[in-house]
Structures are given as structure tokens and as C-alpha cells.
């Protein structure tokens, strides 16, 4: 090997012609030489074991044995023209002992030696770089069929916005060909309510982050309409190969559209529950003075007249009267006192006079506990100052529902019923030690005790929650926000209000 700037015949001098063989010998790369005759005449390591051969057998071979590239008699061609032109350069395939073919770079050279001339061929094989070609076209293949036959839309954008690929599902879900789009400005089909947070996010994206989290946003349609996407973007414009922001966008329109209709449905079937629950209030209060204005008052005119009688009795009377009438007298009364508790239970008008708290320690105290369960009341600090009427109500309504439900389904003995209040808000804990329920809001559920006392409850702005397994009792407990009314004093009724 000749050193750098030293002059060829200094270096040949002190280099034995035994280091040139072993170089070639020990080369990486195929070494041939042929004769005019075609016959190999010499290869060097590399090439036996580039074709699976030893170099004994390869020198039994002839170039046309194992060049797949030359066509039968094109050897005296090719060697004629090395002959006059000294160096070629050819891609060819050299056969392999196991039949396969290799494909090779061959660099020839036409020496003359001792009066004899030579073809030396040095073969690069090239089947690394093939497959790296091969691969690269497998994924390019890869990359078209997955952009070509995802139903979401892939677009790439520029630092500023503009669309730089698009994959077909452009046409399909917004209408417009790619090429329409292509070098548009992306934010162009933005709904105009959704591009300020669109560019403040795009903004920042290629500002700072990688990725963004899914963005809800309308599109324009080509035919006249807006769809509603999911769109999450990934900053590339780092990565040389892309040199872009990628967002895919995917079509939600049908579920937009399906939850736009629920959340509709279900804010009218609420002001539907609202206005219902309005009304059984309003109608409750109405019979409840019917019953005390006028059936109790009648009640009270019978008393009167009885009592009247008894006062002016004849003295001769049967032996039995005065028995008989105070039996009615008796019956009277009873239906009297049911008569208030029905009218009571119909509109607690202890609330407006005493507050929350006394009317549900009445309540609990005139609980009708068929099986005799004990319902203790329990009022905390802070509960005793007066809210809005109709959060109170609200709450009473709800402990009225829970306590029914302890007595009528838990087969419990012992129930507890709560009032807390504390910063802006009251609680009412209903607790049983009964039988439980699966409280799982999907359970099936046939009453609407539970669904009413939920309703209340979200109407007053509040919240409520059931905590129950079968086995080991209930717990409900209502948290409404409640404004004070006054400091430490009852509301006073209003007229329309009064029992
Ligand atoms: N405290 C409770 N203990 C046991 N089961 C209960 C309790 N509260 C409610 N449930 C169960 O939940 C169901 C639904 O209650 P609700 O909505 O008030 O309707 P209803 O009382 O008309 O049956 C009841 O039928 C009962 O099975
Ligand atoms: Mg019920």
C-alpha cells in the first residue's frame, strides 16, 4: 500500500509483491480474475465465499458459469471492449452454489501482465443497500395504504398553519379533493366560535409542547353543514422527515349530535320533573287548607254543637246517652287530630312557623312505625337558623320519602334521621340499620320515591346520595345550599301561607 504523498516506486520498492497478494487475499471485497478464454483464473477469499464455492472450484469455472448478467456469447464482446477501454463499471447478478442470485456492483479492470492480458473484477455486493430499498418502499407502501384506508382525517400543517399533506379521508368527510386543500390555510374550515381556542392551542403547540390533548371542533362541509371532530396534533417540525404538525381528526358528529338531542331531552323532561314537583306542591297546600279551613273548622262546629247539647241534656234522657255522646264526641276529636296530620303531612306549615329542624323532629315523632321501629332526630349546631322556605321544604320533603322507605322496605329497627348545617349549606342524613338495597344507580327500580327525591334535590341545587348494599342498612344524605333569611328567626308566613 503506497503512504500517502511518497512516490508509487519508493513504497513498491520496500513493499514485497507478498503484501500486495495478501491484501487481496484478505480483502472484504470479491476479487476475480479472468483469462480471454473466459476461464477464472484466480478469486480471493471473499469471492468463494460470496457464491458458496470454494476458491479451488471457482477456478474451474468460466466468467459465463457464474455472471447470471451475460448473455451466452456476450464474454468475447465484453472482453473486446475492455480491451480498448481498460475500466468498466457494471451491475450484474453472480450465481450462488445454492441457485439464488447476488446482486453486485462489478469494477473491471483490463491489465496486461507477462504479455498476457486479464479482466480483474472487484464485486461489491449490493444486497444490504437493495434491502434498504426494498424496505424503504415496503413502509412508503405501508404508510400509503394506512393513510389511504384510515377513516380518520391525517393532515399535516406548516408552523403557520398550512395544510402540506392531506390523506384522502379529506374528501370523504369534509367534501373537498385534496389538491383543493393542499397550501390552505387549515383554520379556514374552523367554525368561527372554536378558532380562538383552536389557534390559542396551535399556538402553543408549536411553541412548546408536543402533543395536544383532543380537541372538540367544527369543520365546514363542502356540502353546508358543520361536523363536529376530535382533534389531537403532534408538534414534528423538529423531525426532519416530516418537518410538520400532524393532527388527526376524527368524525363525532353522530355521537355530538346524539348527546346534543339527550341533553336537550333531558333538560325538558327536568323542567317537565320541576314544574310536576311545582304543581304536587302547590295542589298538596291547597288541600291542606281545604282540610283545615273548612273540614277541620266543620269539625270544630260539630264539637261545638255536641258540647252544646250535652250542655242543655233534658233530664230525662235513656240510660245510654251520655255514653253514645261521648262517643261522638270522642270520634270527633280523632277525626279532628287525623284530619291535622293529613293536612300537616300535606304542607308541613310547621316549617314556616317554627323552621326546618322542629318539623322534622315532629315528623320523626309522629312517624307511623307500623313495626314499631324507634326513629330518633338528631338536629347539629347550625341547623336552627332560618333558610329559603323552599330549600326547607325540599329537605322535608326528602326525610318524609327516606323515612317512608326505612319503615315501609328495610324491616329495620332503628332509624336515624340528621340535620347539620354548616358554611352555606344543610345536611339531612336519613340512616337505617335494615335490610339495604342494591343502590346501584343501573339497579331496577319499579317506585319514584328515589327518583323524586333525587329531582327535588338537583332542582334546589343540591346534591343527594344513596348509599346502600343488601344486608347492611341505608344511608341517604341531601346537601342543599341555603341562603339565611334572617338572624336567628323564623320566616314569617305570608298570609297565603298560614294554616
Ligand atoms: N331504606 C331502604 N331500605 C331498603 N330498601 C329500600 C330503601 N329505600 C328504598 N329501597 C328500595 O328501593 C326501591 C325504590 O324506592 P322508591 O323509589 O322510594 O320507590 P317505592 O318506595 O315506591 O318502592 C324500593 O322499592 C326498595 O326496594
Ligand atoms: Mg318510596
Known amino acids: 500500500m503506497n503512504e500517502q504523498g511518497s512516490p508509487e516506486g519508493a513504497a513498491e520498492s520496500v513493499r514485497p509483491p507478498v503484501m500486495d497478494r495478501f491484501a487481496v487475499e484478505h ?3 470479491a476479487v476475480f480474475w479472468a483469462r480471454e478464454d473466459g476461464s477464472l483464473v484466480d478469486a480471493n477469499e471473499a469471492s468463494a465465499g460470496m457464491l458458496g464455492l470454494t476458491r479451488e472450484a471457482l477456478r474451474t469455472l468460466r466468467v459465463p458459469d457464474i455472471d447470471a448478467g451475460l448473455a ?4 468475447r464482446v465484453r472482453w473486446q471492449r475492455m480491451k480498448t477501454r481498460r475500466y468498466a463499471k457494471v451491475e450484474t447478478g453472480l450465481r450462488h452454489a445454492d441457485g439464488s442470485t447476488i446482486p453486485v456492483e462489478l469494477i473491471l479492470n483490463f491489465a496486461e501482465l507477462e504479455g498476457a492480458g486479464y479482466i480483474c473484477a472487484y464485486a461489491r455486493d449490493l444486497r444490504p443497500e437493495k434491502q434498504k430499498e426494498t424496505d424503504l418502499k415496503n413502509t412508503e ?4 395504504a394506512l393513510m389511504e384506508n384510515t377513516l380518520d382525517l391525517v393532515t399535516i400543517l406548516d408552523g403557520e398553519g398550512v395544510i402540506r399533506y392531506a390523506n384522502p379521508a379529506m374528501e370523504r368527510l369534509l367534501g373537498f379533493t385534496v389538491c383543493e386543500r393542499l397550501g390552505a390555510f387549515a383554520f379556514d374550515l374552523v367554525h368561527p366560535d372554536d378558532v380562538p381556542s383552536v389557534l390559542a392551542d396551535f399556538a402553543e403547540l408549536a411553541r412548546t409542547r408536543r402533543f395536544s390533548t383532543a380537541l372538540g371542533v367544527r369543520l365546514w362541509h363542502k356540502r353546508g353543514e358543520w ?6 396534533a403532534t408538534n414534528l417540525l423538529d423531525n426532519p422527515a416530516v418537518r410538520g404538525i400532524v393532527v388527526h381528526s376524527r368524525d363525532v358528529t353522530d355521537r355530538k349530535l346524539a348527546e346534543i338531542a339527550l341533553r336537550q331531552s333531558e333538560s325538558e323532561l327536568r323542567a317537565l320533573a320541576g314544574r310536576l314537583i311545582q304543581g304536587e ?24 254543637a255536641l258540647g252544646e247539647l250535652e250542655r242543655q241534656r233534658p233530664p230525662r234522657v235513656p240510660e245510654d246517652w251520655m255514653a253514645r255522646h261521648q262517643r261522638l264526641q270522642a270520634m270527633v276529636e280523632a277525626m279532628s287530630e287525623d284530619l291535622r296530620r293529613l293536612a300537616h303531612r300535606l304542607h308541613p306549615a310547621v316549617i314556616d312557623l317554627l323552621g326546618l329542624s322542629a318539623a322534622l323532629k315532629q315528623l320523626c315523632a309522629e312517624s307511623p312505625s307500623a313495626g314499631g321501629q324507634l326513629v330518633h332526630f338528631n338536629s347539629r349546631r347550625g341547623c336552627d337558623c332560618p333558610v329559603d322556605r323552599g330549600q326547607a321544604l325540599c329537605l322535608y320533603r326528602v326525610a318524609q320519602e327516606a323515612l317512608r322507605n326505612a ?3 328495610s324491616g329495620a329497627q332503628e332509624v336515624w334521621v340528621e340535620l347539620a348545617g354548616s358554611a352555606g349549606q344543610l345536611r339531612l342524613t336519613v340512616r337505617d340499620n335494615g335490610s339495604g338495597f342494591d343502590g346501584a344507580p343501573a339497579a331496577p327500580r319499579r317506585g319514584l320515591g328515589l327518583i323524586s327525591m333525587k329531582e327535588r334535590v338537583r332542582l334546589a341545587g343540591g346534591s343527594l346520595h344513596v348509599e346502600s348494599q343488601p344486608g347492611q342498612g341505608t344511608r341517604l344524605s341531601a346537601a342543599v345550599p341555603v341562603s339565611l333569611t334572617g338572624p336567628g328567626k323564623a320566616p314569617r308566613p305570608r298570609p297565603d301561607q298560614g294554616l
Request: without cysteine.
Open 227 to 232: 361536523r363536529y371532530f376530535d382533534a389531537a
Open 407 to 409: 319503615i315501609k322496605h
Open 27 to 29: 480483502a472484504a471485497l
Open 72 to 75: 451466452p456469447g456476450e464474454w
Open 281 to 304: 306542591e302547590d295542589e298538596a297546600r291547597l288541600l291542606s287548607r281545604e282540610l283545615h279551613d273548612d273540614f277541620t273548622q266543620r269539625l270544630t262546629a260539630i264539637s261545638l
Open 141 to 144: 407502501e405501508l404508510f400509503r
